[in-house]
């Protein structure tokens, strides 16, 4: 038998069923007429940024970084929540207009922004975070074209990196970001130039559970930003902190204790450098804002042995669930928390394994799991689905399609 | 420095870029309008159909596997190449009906079929490979129900394996097909059932390179189709013996000596049990027929150098190549083959990191290559993308959207 990752807490049975907003599994697949189906919780979103907020100093703003998840009720839902958001393309920006975000909340991080994607949120007054000092030099250029004064901020490769991150942003060389000893000089430089000056972008890595690790990284990124300011003389009006704050998705992963991270930045915050005194500070958070508050529900088509081992087979899969399936960026598959949605309840009586519809072997919601034994017909849950499922999945493989999603 | 898979014999360069169909890969992006852009050429693929032809033993048949790719004007130019056509879904049958597929040269293969799939490719005519005797239950229900003969064969799961195979799809437990000890019981159920019997699809693994391991896979097959079908006592009316042919993508990889197999084929015909005297044959392909017949196309939008390592930054990425990055089933990430598309004949300068457009360390495309300078506008060229590219990668992920494709 091998674990499956932790449900998270929030969840509980109704009759017999996983229960999402007050309504069962069946229910909820009922209303979206079919499986597969992303499910993402209101209630759970509002009750982490609660959390959040009482935990961080109240000088903080919190952006959402949408790439987690641009389902548009569910965007539109974050826009009363948060205090900013981060795109990393025009498509985003698209989405997050239609979804009532203002140009001046929205920032946009990406190393490979085309001169479309800098002319049309230029334009419209998003903050770009400079990657290189050629793409400021391309944002200056359109810039003066538009005949605007362009929100810059530079986005830092830091030499430091977030200890035990799931994804390492910062330290040594990185595509990300320009490297820290020439942000000074082209800093200096956008404000000669006379742009709007926004501050600073330092993003160190991602998907953490270490909570002294990313306090120690803000603290870092705190005095790195002091330091390039002063060495080039400017202001810092915003600082981007980055994220990095994980959830559990393994068996053994813990909680990031968001309490610890709260205090060390409030400490950070009551002893600023003089130059830091009047900055915004923000950190965005992505994952760790929608991440638990989504499960995917998928139907069992079939129930078979093969040499013993016994399949549970699903009409969703990998074109839906690529991370839980083991193939975006982990070395070793390991099982996200899985159940069986409409037996939830129910002890565990079986070993199964369980995969998903496609004609490969990659296609895996769960190994060697232990399980309430599943019929045909019956609903699986894949949890901590909402962030990074169903936009960062090939939904058109083997002509499958995107999967249905519900915010309740 | 590290090494680029092999370029594909078939490429050249025309004024200095690289040709496709006769154009510059410039010409084709303005043809297109943008980048990314995946190029097919009609030629590529119609030549690698012809040499296979010609190795081949006229008796077999050469199917298409759809999966690979199933953009819609080269699903319809291969119509006219194969004998037969291979879905996984009822969407693929749905766009290879309208690509002018007839249901009856359609086979359905696939661990997750859902009721309605069965439904809609038994009332068409399509044969069901059959997974599982569950499957078989439904499938034989659903035929009663629209009182028809189903076109049913059964999927073995054989108890060896294809040697050297890139993806293991048979051999010990697997979610694919009905295990070889129980398939006579079902063959003769089938019989039986009054279904009209197809015979079997065995299937042992893909992207091979190494022809002795084919065509041991194949004798393999064969015998064992002999054998299930005595002890079912039925006949095999065809026998799909699944793929496996793999092309080159990595440095060292040496195409795959299809002479060879068709040799040992053609001994294998010579020499039948007696009950596959009338068998109709078939092997299914996908990647070897289409794979290096196609080119991703993405335009250097930044260049840039962070502590001494120098990034070429592309508008494209892993949303569209997502096996190109090594996310798709890779332990260790290899470069495909890559190229400076609009310097193709000049010689490699400087050596370079090639990476997409997206905000994370996953989106590479060629790590430490070595190759011309490219400055922001050159194109690059990915290879080997004519299968599991654009269908096989998570094209909405960070709000990007598909890329374009051609046919030429």
Redesign the interface.
């Known amino acids: 038998m091998k674990p499956a990752g932790p449900i998270p807490s929030h969840f509980s049975a109704l009759g017999g069923e996983l229960m999402l907003g007050g309504r069962t599994a069946s229910a909820l697949v009922d209303e979206a007429g079919d499986t597969p189906l992303f499910v993402y919780s209101r209630d759970a979103i509002a009750a982490r940024m609660a959390e959040l907020r009482s935990a961080m100093p109240e000088r903080l703003h919190i952006h959402y970084a949408?790439?987690a998840n641009?389902y548009g009720p569910l965007l539109e839902f974050m826009a009363d929540l948060v205090d900013g958001l981060d795109?990393?393309?025009?498509?985003?920006?698209?989405?997050a207009r239609e979804a009532g975000y203002l140009p001046r909340e929205t920032s946009f991080?990406?190393?490979?922004?085309?001169?479309d994607e800098l002319f049309a949120a230029i334009r419209a007054g998003v903050t770009i975070n400079l990657?290189?000092?050629?793409?400021a030099d391309r944002a200056l250029e359109i810039a003066r074209t538009l005949d605007v004064k362009p929100r810059l901020a530079i986005r830092v490769?830091p030499s430091f990196e977030l200890r035990g991150s799931g994804?390492?942003?910062g330290g040594?060389?990185?595509?990300?970001g320009v490297?820290a000893d020439r942000v000074p000089a082209l800093a200096r430089r956008l404000v000669d130039a006379d742009a709007n000056w926004r501050g600073f972008h330092i993003y160190s890595g991602s998907q953490s559970l270490d909570a002294e690790a990313i306090a120690e990284s803000q603290a870092n990124v705190i005095a790195l930003a002091s330091e390039l300011a002063a060495e080039a003389d400017v202001s810092v009006p915003h600082l981007n902190m980055g994220g990095g704050f994980g959830i559990p998705y393994f068996a053994k992963d813990e909680p990031l204790d968001i309490e610890y991270i709260g205090r060390a930045l409030q400490r950070q915050f009551n002893d600023l450098p003089s130059n830091l005194a009047e900055t915004q500070f923000a950190i965005e958070l992505g994952r760790y804002l929608v991440g638990e508050a989504g499960v995917y529900l998928t139907r069992v088509?079939?129930?078979?042995i093969?040499?013993?081992?016994t399949?549970v087979?699903?009409?969703g899969?990998l074109h839906h669930q690529?991370a839980a399936s083991g193939?975006?960026?982990a070395?070793v598959r390991r099982n996200y928390p899985v159940a069986i949605a409409s037996k939830f309840d129910a002890e565990p009586v079986e070993e199964v394994?369980i995969?998903?519809?496609?004609?490969?072997?990659?296609d895996r919601l769960g190994d060697d799991v232990h399980m309430p034994r599943a019929e045909?017909g019956d609903l699986v849950a894949v949890f901590c689905a909402g962030a990074y499922g169903a936009?960062?999945?090939?939904?058109?493989?083997?002509?499958?399609?995107p999967a249905q999603e519900l915010l309740v």
Chains 1, 2 share one sequence.
């Open positions: 949408m790439k641009p795109i990393a393309s025009v498509g985003e920006f698209e989405q991080a990406g190393p490979g922004k085309r001169d990657e290189s000092e050629g793409e490769n994804m390492k942003m040594g060389a990185k595509p990300f490297d088509v079939d129930r078979k093969s040499h013993g081992t399949y087979v699903t009409d899969g690529l193939n975006f960026g070395v394994n995969v998903g519809c496609l004609c490969t072997p990659l045909v936009s960062a999945s090939p939904a058109t493989f083997l002509g499958q399609g």
